[in-house]
């Protein structure tokens, strides 16, 4: 069982930056692929970046391409979602979730074994 805790969230304004964090209980992190979902109000929760076990490979939205940068580091058991050039639409629950084994599929948020509880990111215009 892998427990993830988001942090970072917060109020920030239109243009600004913020960077979440989910930290990761559990020996097996380093094997896990991980990823970052966001929803909404009203809204199916969607896809925003995953990264590989050893971070080599990383994918994003279009919507948050050249804006977002996911890392992570293993030996802290962290994942990062460093958020820059903030727009109101970004407004989100954002989620960690953990995938125990590579599938290929990482933008559906079925193929993930554990989440996180969430974090608010609200961006004012």
């Known amino acids: 069982q892998v427990q993830l805790v988001e942090s970072g969230g917060g109020l920030v304004q239109a243009g600004g930056s913020l960077r979440l964090s989910c930290a990761a209980s559990?020996?097996?992190?380093?094997?896990?692929?991980m990823g970052w979902f966001r929803q909404a109000p009203g809204k199916e929760r969607g896809f925003v970046s995953a990264?590989?076990?050893?971070?080599?490979?990383?994918h994003y939205a279009d919507s948050v391409k050249g804006r977002f940068t996911i890392s992570r580091d293993n030996a802290k058991n962290t994942v990062y979602l460093q958020m820059n050039s903030l727009k109101p639409e970004d407004t989100a629950v954002y989620y960690c979730?953990?995938?125990?084994?590579?599938?290929?599929?990482?933008?559906?948020?079925?193929?993930?074994?554990?989440w996180g509880q969430g974090t608010q990111v609200t961006v004012s215009s």
């Open positions: 559990g020996r097996t992190f380093s094997s896990y692929i």
């Open positions: 990264i590989s076990s050893s971070g080599g490979r990383i």
């Open positions: 979730a953990a995938d125990r084994y590579y599938t290929g599929v990482y933008s559906t948020p079925t193929t993930y074994d554990y």
